[in-house]
């Protein structure tokens, strides 16, 4: 066998000949039933490697069940059998209910190919909040404690690419007044990276003190060890 980098290597061939036979079987099995006017479903596949601008746009043209998010292969399969086959077919559907298809994932996935329909002619995308079951009420945005008028929303942005690296952006947004305000703390250098942090930690802390049950919400598990 020559290899990728033009080393030419041997091996047994006893323990390589019936995975060498299934695979030349495969080859010809394709090439029997190729037709070009036959072109292969992209939505079959989750990589399409160098060809993927264009299976994007097969699938956009077609409006192909995978474009509705969170969507299973499994699922696609089951919606094609009962003569669901596109994302406009899914969002109008007036269907109770799909063979082998769970009541609750066909009005979600239904739910969710309207919404994408929707916000192509719409300049914010649409949504529904959606209620926790009645079995399980401390479930989805139920898990969230309860709101305090001094909620923070924080988020860092950071610059890897210097020694150390620069926390450069701390920026938080709060409510005031029914509206959101964004609060801001920049920095250029370690000075002012240093100050910056001096001031948010006052600034949440000021907060904290007025209300114990106020909370800071961030995006992941960084800004807390960032902070620390």
């Given at each position: 066998?020559?290899?990728?980098?033009?080393?030419?290597?041997?091996?047994?061939?006893?323990?390589?000949?019936?995975?060498?036979?299934?695979?030349?079987?495969?080859?010809?099995?394709?090439?029997?039933?190729?037709?070009?006017?036959?072109?292969?479903?992209?939505?079959?596949?989750?990589?399409?490697?160098?060809?993927?601008?264009?299976?994007?746009?097969?699938?956009?043209?077609?409006?192909?069940?995978?474009?509705?998010?969170?969507?299973?292969?499994q699922q696609i399969q089951k919606l094609e059998a009962a003569g669901i086959r596109t994302v406009v077919d899914l969002a109008r559907s007036k269907r109770k209910a799909i063979p082998r298809l769970s009541q609750p994932v066909f009005e979600r996935l239904r739910t969710q190919a309207r919404l994408q329909l929707t916000a192509r002619t719409t300049e914010q995308p649409p949504y529904e909040v959606c209620s926790p079951p009645a079995d399980e009420p401390r479930r989805g945005l139920a898990l969230l404690p309860p709101a305090s008028r001094l909620d923070v929303y924080f988020d860092i942005e950071g610059f890897p690419l210097i020694d150390d690296?620069?926390?450069?952006?701390?920026?938080?947004?709060?409510?005031?007044?029914?509206?959101?305000?964004?609060?801001?703390?920049?920095?250029?250098d370690p000075a002012q990276e240093r100050k910056a942090f001096q001031?948010?930690?006052?600034?949440?802390?000021?907060?904290?003190?007025?209300?114990?049950?106020m909370h800071i919400y961030h995006y992941a598990a960084y800004e807390v060890s960032a902070m620390r």
């Open positions: 066998m020559v290899l990728g980098n033009g080393k030419s290597v041997e091996f047994e061939l006893r323990k390589f000949l019936y995975c060498y036979r299934y695979l030349k079987s495969r080859f010809l099995e394709f090439h029997a039933s190729f037709s070009v006017q036959v072109a292969p479903d992209p939505g079959k596949f989750s990589h399409h490697g160098r060809w993927s601008s264009y299976a994007k746009k097969c699938l956009e043209s077609a409006e192909h069940l995978s474009l509705v998010a969170n969507i299973s292969r690296g620069l926390e450069y952006l701390l920026g938080a947004v709060c409510i005031e007044r029914g509206k959101p305000k964004f609060v801001d703390w920049w920095a250029h001031e948010f930690v006052e600034w949440a802390h000021a907060r904290w003190k007025s209300d114990p049950k």
